[in-house]
């Protein structure tokens, strides 16, 4: 017999999805209305400015894409990069890997700066890079690798950026709401996130934000954009006020009260202050993992503070771990992605997770297995 679904629920201290706060569970189940009625395009509008608050930008063109992280990685894409155009992409991880694989579907051009896996994107590299080659359209990176647990330095990225006249596109899917990210203040031109990892929102919505020089960029392109679904210029008119709203496609209208709800969360603790705590909670973390004589994959001074690679110690085996935290504590840790699968835990400090209690719970159940 089927019947409904009815989880366990789990402490979420992997890679994401985190923990969804109750408020954020409510907001999903209030009544569904027409994605064209007058109260929910008030509520996409309070998105966009919410958003803009997490984002710090003020950019017209910031809202919330139907469709996860990896959906705004390729719209960032897609829209900015034609066929033939050059662009630098960096390479510590998974994720500048998806880049490098989108920027190449496009028919673009992509030159590669690699880093080792657990070391921020080298600026010298970078800075070589653009000496070396004429006409880059842009430089594109990922700010915090959720593969790795590294935070690079977007700002003297963007920088750099801007002195050669390159868009920037950036991935912020795991810095947003958990550590500084400063999008206008840092001069990024297109940047992406997810709902599901430090705004404890449910996974399958992508905020993205478009500086007015992305924007023109994609007023002039040469070339449709290949993907319908994705064209920024068809989504703009969706999103856009002035009464002249007009149909693109239906929007996810629950996920987006979630969305609302989460980032008014973020709003009254305030973005410095939820950074502030993530950061708390890594140091809190680290001590605890120390004693247990555990290692960090990433130096001090890179290490990402809602995303912990542990480097999984001798004689402890990962699957069976993994599996006994799941079943004895009803608590999920992230196993290690790509080149780091089986070296390595990804223990996510994100959004709601990022507490106390989390914290002692994993400690102690880590004390548990070594023994
Ligand atoms: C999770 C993640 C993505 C992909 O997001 P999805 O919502 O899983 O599609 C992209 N980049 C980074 C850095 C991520 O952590």
Known sequence: MLGAFNPIPRVLMGPGPSNVSPRVLGALAKPTVGHLDPQFIQLMDEVKTLLQYAFATENEFTIALSAPGSAGMEACIVNLIEPNDKVIVCINGVFGGRLKENIERVGAQAIVIEDNWGEPVSVEKVAAAFSTHSN?????FVHAETSTGVCSDAKALCELAKHYDALTIVDAVTSLGGSELKVDE???DAVYSGSQKCLSCVPGLSPVSFSPKAVEAIKMRKTKVQSWFLDQSLVMDYWSGNGKRSYHHTAP???LYALHEALLMLKNEGRENAWARHNRLHLRLKQGIEQLGIDFLVDEAHRLPQLNSLVI????????TRQYLL???NLEIGAGLGKLAGTTWRVGLMGETANEQ????LLSALTDVIK
Request: proline share 4%.
């Open 358 to 361: 989390n914290i002692a719970l």
């Open 313 to 320: 110690p001798q004689g402890v085996d990962d699957i069976k």
């Open 136 to 140: 880059i359209k842009a430089l594109v």
């Open 186 to 188: 840092w001069g990024i």
């Open 253 to 255: 209208i629950n996920s």
């Open 327 to 329: 079943d004895t504590y």
